[in-house]
């Protein structure tokens, strides 16, 4: 038999329906609650299950489930009155059950707003009624900016400087709901359709942003008193690096930021000659996916030796196949063993693009997914780091 517990259950499952049932005007009551009506063997217990749901219901409570009965002749028990049928049969009672009078009330008035000052969005609000209610409180300010890009398309602004009356953070705050929103408000002439995520929502929908940047070292003294005013350390945008041009040979890519400055540091040595160094800043190695002047420099990744370090590797290999890992191998591993920590889960079995060394690393690492093991780049010594770019700038020279 069903207990109140799982009356108000299946009440719960049915309130997204009965939401969307407002928007069309269909009337969904009364609604009957499906249950088992399998009578319990143990009378006892079958009399106590009815009484609770009797004390429960309309008849008693006025308001909730309607409670309707059917007459049986049992074999130990003689004739009894079973529940036949349990239902709402009204809107009021089954609001007052799971108490949703207030949200439906304002669920009502949020509809209206929206439907009188954005009409293209009923089949969003139809389809997603629960998002309704989440951003109850904010269908002023949304509504208002989705009208002003209905009103001005591609503003060129950026994000705080739109003449819209909202929280300064409003806009960056709720980027996931007016992407949805502005999608279907604005023309596909209006959008620039080739980006799709909430977090190109300025390029999407035509607004300014912050370039991201990257920073390089210059480690020849040569570039950059010939070609840099001396500079050696630079930070610029990911537009102007895809676009310089600084001669060189080599290119050390580093993941770790604190590494990179200690680095970069310490190898401002005489043989450094017709090379920079560039902080990576883990995934960020996307910013130098356009870069086509690296193309044909000899570039070099020291990253952790982790499941990310390795993705990352993969990563930039994509974009210039022939770039190489520098101590990420297993005698980097195996010789910092007592410094190695506690990695991170990755949803990838294999990846692309790195030698069967690396593969096999890779796997080593990852180990069940759950105890895996990372050497971060900080735990290696000074003095090993250059013994081992020593060697990559001797083999050169050996040729």
């Known amino acids: 038999m069903i207990t109140v517990i799982d009356i108000k259950k299946k009440a719960e499952s049915f309130y997204p329906e009965y939401l969307k049932a407002i928007i069309s005007g269909e009337n969904v009551f009364p609604k009957i609650v499906r249950s088992d009506k399998t009578i319990s063997k143990d009378f006892i217990e079958s009399g106590r299950q009815k009484a609770e749901l009797i004390d429960q219901s309309k008849d008693r409570k006025g308001f909730g489930f309607t409670i309707s009965y059917r007459t049986i002749n049992t074999k130990r028990h003689s004739i009894q009155d079973v529940i036949d049928e349990i239902s709402f049969q009204t809107e009021t009672d089954f609001l007052k059950f799971i108490r949703k009078e207030s949200e439906v009330a304002t669920f009502r008035k949020s509809i209206s707003v929206i439907l009188s000052r954005l009409p293209e969005l009923s089949e969003w609000i139809k389809r997603y009624p629960l998002k309704v209610i989440e951003y109850t409180d904010k269908w002023q300010e949304l509504i208002d900016v989705c009208q002003y890009f209905k009103c001005n398309p591609k503003p060129s602004l950026y994000v705080r400087e739109l003449p819209v009356k909202v929280h300064s953070k409003f806009i960056e705050n709720n980027r996931g709901v007016l992407l949805e929103l502005l999608n279907i408000v604005l023309t596909s002439e209006n959008i620039n359709e ?147 920590d506690k990695g991170e889960p990755i949803s990838e079995y294999t990846l692309p693009n790195l030698t069967s060394e690396e593969q096999q690393l890779f796997q080593f690492v990852r180990a069940d997914n759950i105890s895996t093991i990372r050497l971060e780049q900080e735990k290696i010594n000074h003095r090993y780091v250059l013994e081992k770019v020593a060697k990559i700038f001797e083999s050169t020279k050996a040729l």
């Open 194 to 340: 080739e980006f799709t995520s909430a977090k190109d929502f300025e390029k999407r929908f035509g607004l300014k942003f912050n370039l991201g940047q990257v920073r390089i070292r210059i480690l020849d003294k040569s570039i950059s008193d010939k070609h840099l005013a001396g500079l050696t350390d630079i930070t610029v945008t990911e537009e102007e690096f895809c676009n310089l041009q600084i001669p060189c040979k080599k290119v050390f890519v580093l993941e770790n930021k604190t590494t990179f400055s200690n680095l970069m540091n310490f190898l401002t040595l005489p043989h450094m000659e017709n090379t920079i160094g560039i902080f990576g800043g883990g995934f960020a190695v996307g910013k130098l996916k356009n870069a086509l002047w690296l193309s044909d420099k000899e570039i070099f990744y020291w990253g952790d030796i982790d499941t990310h370090g390795l993705k990352i590797l993969s990563q930039i290999r994509g974009y210039f196949p022939t770039t190489k890992s520098i101590m990420m191998d297993f005698e980097t591993l195996n010789n910092f063993k007592l410094d190695w």
